[in-house]
Structure formats: C-alpha cells, structure tokens
C-alpha cells in the first residue's frame, strides 16, 4: 500500500516561490504518473500538473503553465513542485496524487483516474 506524504506548504507573499515535496513509500515510480491538484476554500479539488513516468511527459493546467514545474528525483520516489510567481489566487491546499497502470504518453487529468492520495499541505499566498 504507497503512502504519499506531501510537505513544503507555508505562507508566502505575491511574486514568491515555494517547492512542495511528495514522498512515496511502498511504491516505485515505474508505470505511473504522479500529479498534484490542489482545492481552495469553497471550490472543488482542480488539477494543478502531473507527469507521466512512461514516457516522461510533464503537463499543467493553464493557470500554472510557465510558473510551475513538476519533477521527480525517482531514486527518492519523489515528486516536486516547484511554484514561482504565486499570485493570491494560488492559495489552496496541494494533494499529491498516484496513478498506477498508465499508458505511455497519455495525459491523466482527472481526480477519478488517480488511486492513492496524500493529506495535503497548505499554501497561503498573501497579497
């Protein structure tokens, strides 16, 4: 059973960065992908990146794309998010998300389509 346990949340004004770790225990990162989604207050969960180990694609949403980036150290079986230029409108809490049994090169947008999450870590980004 992988347990995915996400750190790196805080408080941060406009224009700064945070990088938001994922660490998987019980698991490898072959045949995956790995995403982060994030939910803020009132809203539903939406998804943020994600990577598809088969392949070694990165994807974003359109809201993140060009400020974020995803990455993974896969000796660690981690997974990083690196978040520049956060605006107000990022503040949400990030969920690191496993999905196993991936196609290569294909894109998993959905929180349906991931099988195992973390509890979260909280980003806060004052303006």
């Known amino acids: 059973q992988v347990q995915l346990v996400e750190s790196g949340g805080g408080l941060v004004q406009a224009g700064g960065s945070l990088r938001l770790s994922c660490a998987a225990s019980?698991?490898?990162?072959?045949?995956?992908?790995m995403g982060w989604f994030r939910q803020a207050p009132g809203k539903e969960r939406e998804f943020v990146a994600a990577?598809?180990?088969?392949?070694?694609?990165?994807y974003y949403a359109d809201s993140v794309s060009g400020r974020f980036t995803i990455s993974s150290v896969n000796a660690k079986n981690t997974v990083y998010l690196q978040m520049n230029g956060l605006k107000p409108e990022d503040t949400a809490v990030y969920y690191c998300?496993?999905?196993?049994?991936?196609?290569?090169?294909?894109?998993?947008?959905?929180?349906?389509?991931?099988?195992?999450w973390g509890q979260g870590t909280q980003v806060t980004v004052s303006s």
């Open positions: 019980g698991g490898t990162f072959s045949s995956v992908a």
């Open positions: 990577i598809n180990f088969r392949g070694g694609s990165a």
């Open positions: 998300a496993r999905k196993i049994g991936v196609d290569s090169g294909r894109y998993y947008y959905t929180i349906r389509e991931y099988d195992a």
